[in-house]
């Protein structure tokens, strides 16, 4: 089955305690993104990548790290997180930017 | 810089009756534009695209959606709401070149039985 599998679904943490959200997709997709989805703001683009070794920042990167060492992975990591980056987190892939993404369920996080 | 924009925050028809929901954009360039709706708990599913060609495209679920260059629009529709049509659905728009995506802010349908 095609997918984009995202882990956790759920963290709570704390401030300042470094963490990595995976995301996995099995479809070959050379674009992968993070976003964010905040009450009212809609979803915020986070960091994007065009294929392996290849990432650039989108809306709201401030905070975040990524990676792309393979083509099926794209984690997501907080070095040193902070109350607002409290939110819940999306993956995405698509073949190339043009198409329409397939998006994982969801990493919604808590920084407390 | 591109941006998206969904003046209703929410949207509420009777079943049966038509449904809409806003999109308008801003982009420097030519605009590709996409619908997704999610549903609770879950990520964000496809509805349609407009790229280039027929202004008129047509979705997954009996949705369509038209493409409207001078004002800048990109509008969702259904004929015939179900209320399996509630959800969020999103707006969003990539410039022709560049590689970022940008959402509205989202439009809540609920459809009342």
């Known amino acids: 089955e095609a997918q984009v599998t995202q882990n956790p679904r759920y963290l709570i943490t704390v401030t300042g305690k470094k963490l990595t959200v995976t995301c996995s997709q099995n479809?070959?997709?050379?674009?992968m993104s993070w976003y964010r989805q905040d009450p009212g703001l809609g979803l915020r683009q986070i960091y994007y990548s065009m294929n392996v070794e290849v990432t650039d920042k989108g809306d709201v990167p401030e905070g975040y790290k990524v990676s792309r060492k393979e083509k099926r992975n794209f984690p997501l990591i907080l070095e040193s997180p902070s109350p607002n980056q409290t939110s819940l987190y999306f993956c995405?892939?698509?073949?190339?930017?043009?198409?329409?993404?397939?998006f994982g369920d969801g990493t919604r996080l808590s920084i407390l | 810089a591109q941006s998206v924009a969904q003046p209703e925050d929410q949207v509420n028809v009777a079943e049966g009756n038509p449904l809409t929901v806003k999109c308008t954009y801003s982009?420097?360039?030519?605009?590709?534009l996409f619908w997704y709706v999610q549903y609770p708990n879950r990520g964000l599913q496809f509805l349609l695209k407009y790229i280039t060609g027929d202004n008129l495209v047509k979705g997954s679920y009996g949705f369509e959606a038209e493409f409207n260059k001078s004002q800048t629009s990109f509008h969702l529709k259904k004929p015939s709401a179900l209320v399996s049509d509630s959800a969020l659905y999103f707006c969003a728009v990539r410039e022709i070149g560049d590689y970022k995506l940008s959402f509205g802010a989202g439009t809540t349908v609920t459809v009342r039985a």
């Open positions: 479809m070959n997709h050379e674009y």
């Open positions: 982009v420097s360039g030519n605009p590709y």
């Open positions: 995405a892939s698509s073949i190339d930017r043009n198409q329409p993404q397939h």
